[in-house]
């Protein structure tokens, strides 16, 4: 079954840290490149980071840049987004998603497959 998907969200303090975890299945996920957006409530889904199909080429949200992680382990099919220094306006509902190509993009209609998403909430 061709399939993401997502685990580790929960809730953190401001200044805590997740590590989120994105199980792939169904299709050659060292082929593609992947990434993390997000969709906090009210507002429209956003483009955290993405990986090359390689491991390569890790780029971030400037609103993310310096706290969030993100890598891939080919031989377990899956994708994490360690993310520290976390804040309140990180909360959101995460969802990882398979690009058409090995180099990815920042544009959201660029993904053919999207997992349920992990919830994240940052609050004391």
């Known amino acids: 079954q061709v399939q993401l998907v997502e685990s580790g969200g929960g809730l953190a303090q401001p200044g805590g840290s997740l590590r989120l975890s994105c199980a792939a299945s169904?299709?050659?996920?060292?082929?593609?490149?992947m990434s993390w957006a997000r969709q906090a409530p009210g507002k429209e889904l956003e483009w955290v980071s993405g990986?090359?199909?390689?491991?390569?080429?890790?780029t971030y949200a400037d609103s993310v840049k310096g706290r969030f992680t993100i890598s891939r382990d080919n031989a377990k099919n899956t994708v994490y987004l360690e993310m520290n220094k976390l804040k309140p306006e990180d909360t959101a509902l995460y969802y990882c998603a398979k690009a058409l190509t090995s180099w990815g993009t920042r544009a959201l209609d660029e993904y053919d497959l999207w997992g349920q998403g992990t919830q994240v909430t940052v609050s004391s």
């Open positions: 169904g299709f050659t996920f060292s082929s593609y490149a």
């Open positions: 990986i090359y199909r390689d491991g390569s080429g890790a």
